[in-house]
């Protein structure tokens, strides 16, 4: 994106701009900042029913994953609304929350399950159990089935979903499962990844498909509460900050200046630096503990044909 003649790009951290004019360069980075910790519920879940490949269980309060006596593969969907996130907020941590609500009668066999970011879009359904719990009831036209991302057309790549080609072969996260309890999947790169992929594209935001790592033996299915499940709803944990607001970084002549928006009661200090590998940081000014929303700006003048800039939070 472009703000008056700026090129802004991201960092893996914070909002970095560098301006494509010769003189200045300027990187923004905050060394402390207040952090938002919240918890949000599935915006769909459902399961992948191996043994009924073109029922829907969309609406049931628990979804399925893992091998059934009878020797049918289970897997699970779940996807998370991030659209309410500013696009420019930067994810420090995510972990996925899971209740297992239930085992199989005979002995379990516990193993591990991962998430893996899907790869195209599917529908939730609103169905539940019919006769046989487990088995969900007739798929109507564009629920996910066995078969189907959106049933009766738009067959997965392989019943089930195919690794690589429907759902990432990289796993996010992973857990050990065993009985009835809650089941965190930790924070991981690849699970931040996913989830700062979707807050700067949404529309690429498919979820996570849930599976048993050991889906060739029977007993590992487990049935996991749903967003429909009153008391133990899915939920994704997020621990994120969102920068400052830069609404201005240009050169005119031998003048840089820097505006932007502080956060209330965080303190600011502009500093520089003419070599980004060698020499060190030098304060131009510090703006000392903002009062207000209101604009700041900076001025300073240019003598060298590059200067590089930073706003430090603390």
Request: aromatic fraction near 12%; charged fraction near 15%.
């Amino acid at each position: 994106m472009t703000i008056a003649g700026t090129v802004v790009r991201q960092s893996p951290l914070w909002g970095c701009l560098a301006t494509r004019l010769v003189v200045v360069g300027m990187f923004f980075s905050v060394a402390s900042a207040k952090a938002v910790s919240t918890s949000i519920i599935p915006s769909a879940d459902t399961t992948l029913i191996g043994i009924a490949p073109t029922n829907n269980n969309g609406a049931q309060a628990w979804v399925l994953c893992g091998r059934i006596q009878i020797n049918y593969v289970n897997r699970g969907l779940f996807k998370f609304d991030l659209t309410w996130l500013p696009t420019n907020a930067v994810i420090r941590s995510a972990a996925v929350v899971l209740e297992v609500i239930k085992v199989p009668d005979e002995p379990p066999v516990n193993s591990t399950f991962g998430l893996h970011r899907m790869l195209r879009p599917w529908g939730e359904g609103d169905n539940v159990a019919g006769m046989f719990p487990g088995q969900g009831s007739p798929a109507n036209a564009g629920e996910a089935t066995y078969l189907c991302a959106f049933f009766p057309t738009n067959y997965w790549s392989a019943p089930g979903a195919a690794e690589g080609v429907d759902f990432s072969s990289v796993e996010s996260s992973f857990q050990y499962i065993g009985g009835v309890g809650t089941y965190h999947f930790e924070f991981t790169p690849e699970l931040v990844d996913d989830v700062r992929g979707w807050v700067n594209d949404p529309d690429s935001n498919f979820g996570w498909l849930l599976k048993s790592n050991n889906e060739e033996t029977i007993f590992t299915a487990r049935r996991f509460a749903s967003r429909e499940n009153p008391d133990f709803p899915p939920q994704l944990d997020l621990e994120y900050v969102v920068p400052p607001a830069i609404s201005s970084a240009r050169q005119s002549g031998n003048q840089f200046q820097l505006s932007f928006t502080p956060w209330t009661g965080e303190g600011y200090a502009v500093q520089y630096r003419d070599s980004l590998t060698s020499g060190s940081w030098q304060t131009l000014t510090n703006l000392g503990i903002a009062t207000n929303a209101a604009p700041l700006t900076v001025f300073d003048t240019v003598a060298l044909p590059q200067r590089f800039y930073r706003v430090v939070g603390y």
